[in-house]
């Protein structure tokens, strides 16, 4: 699909009503495969009200890549996936041109990168060179090949996946592509209560779930979507709570725990999180309070500590959330 495509599907900008509506209706669906993650269910929504990109890590076996496939599902999108490897390589991603000897021309075969919804199945898995053939699309929603740029959808959405537990065959994600992701989100084990009802749920069933399989249908569409991000475009964020973000930011950078701070493409996502998260409340303007409660997942995966604090054992997790208490918010 390209940019014309997209253009011509925009509908006008959603109420809010519409827009919790749609919302509501989307962890409806979710809901009838996936029990609990109500936290990391409401994040992917943030994100793809606000058109970011989302890293979900957790350990193995707690629903990470079946989430991101009722999600998908649940939008209506066109949905891809791939699974990293070693030996992936960036045109297994990007796609090729292909020489054609009966036309004597160069024809692009699309890799698989060529969707609206992206499945990034343990991006960790892969070296930094098959890592970095992403960052051009996440950030600029295009992709480079031979010299010519192919447009990807206005929507197009990365949901990644990795695992913290292992070191053996996995390669840490370079910070140029941490940056890229809006939100880093820890997927939890399930309570017991969740736990109970999953066993209960899934223990008679036989072989892989599928999101068609539990009655997970579509909700929404590109056309709606564009539509729900440009009503959270229009959310106002006033000048007092542009000052807030600015100062915990910059206190990432002046911390002497911190040997690499957030980025001032950290404050613009933080503003667009904000925004999209008073809209799925209902609200048209920023409270104080939408910042504090996604700074934790769009600034952990953005911070190195220093040396002595790696040393003392301090955890970025710790010094966030004490950087936001220390950060005075407007009243």
């Not at 495509?5 to 519409?18: C, K």
């Not at 962890?27 to 029990?35: F, G, L, Q, S, Y």
């Not at 992206?118 to 031979?146: C, F, G, S, W, Y």
Request: some cysteine; proline content about 7%; glycine content about 6%.
């Amino acid at each position: 699909m390209s940019e014309t495509d997209n253009n011509s599907l925009t509908l006008p900008p959603l109420s809010l009503a519409e827009v919790r509506t749609l919302a509501d209706a989307i962890r409806a669906e979710i809901a009838k495969a996936v029990v609990g993650q109500d936290a990391i269910v409401e994040h992917l929504l943030v994100a793809l009200l606000a058109q970011g990109h989302v890293l979900l890590e957790g350990p193995p076996g707690t629903a990470k890549t079946f989430l991101a496939q009722c999600f998908a599902a649940s939008l209506g999108l066109d949905f891809g996936r791939i699974q990293f490897t070693p030996d992936l390589m960036p045109g297994d991603i990007l796609g090729t041109n292909l020489f054609n000897f009966q036309t004597s021309t160069f024809t692009l075969t699309r890799g698989p990168i060529f969707c609206e919804l992206l499945l990034a199945d343990e991006i960790n898995r892969t070296p930094p060179k098959t890592q970095a053939a992403l960052l051009e699309a996440m950030q600029e929603r295009r992709v480079t090949l031979d010299g010519t740029s192919h447009p990807l959808p206005a929507s197009f959405m990365v949901v990644a996946t990795q695992n913290p537990i292992e070191s053996q065959g996995v390669y840490p994600l370079p910070e140029a592509q941490l940056d890229r992701f809006l939100f880093k989100l820890l997927v939890p084990y399930p309570s017991l209560a969740e736990e109970s009802r999953i066993v209960a749920r899934f223990g008679e069933r036989g072989g892989p779930q599928r999101p068609a399989d539990l009655g997970i249908a579509a909700q929404a569409d590109a056309a709606s979507l564009a539509a729900a991000a440009q009503a959270v475009r229009a959310i106002t964020l006033a000048e007092p709570v542009v000052e807030y973000i600015v100062r915990l930011i910059r206190a990432t950078r002046e911390s002497a725990d911190l040997a690499c701070g957030a980025s001032p493409r950290a404050g613009v996502l933080l503003a667009n999180a904000a925004r999209a998260r008073a809209a799925l409340a209902g609200r048209d303007y920023v409270l104080p309070d939408d910042v504090k409660a996604l700074a934790p997942s769009v600034l952990r995966h953005r911070l190195l500590l220093s040396p002595a604090a790696e040393i003392e054992g301090k955890a970025v997790e710790v010094l966030v959330s004490d950087l936001v208490e220390r950060t005075q918010a407007p009243r």
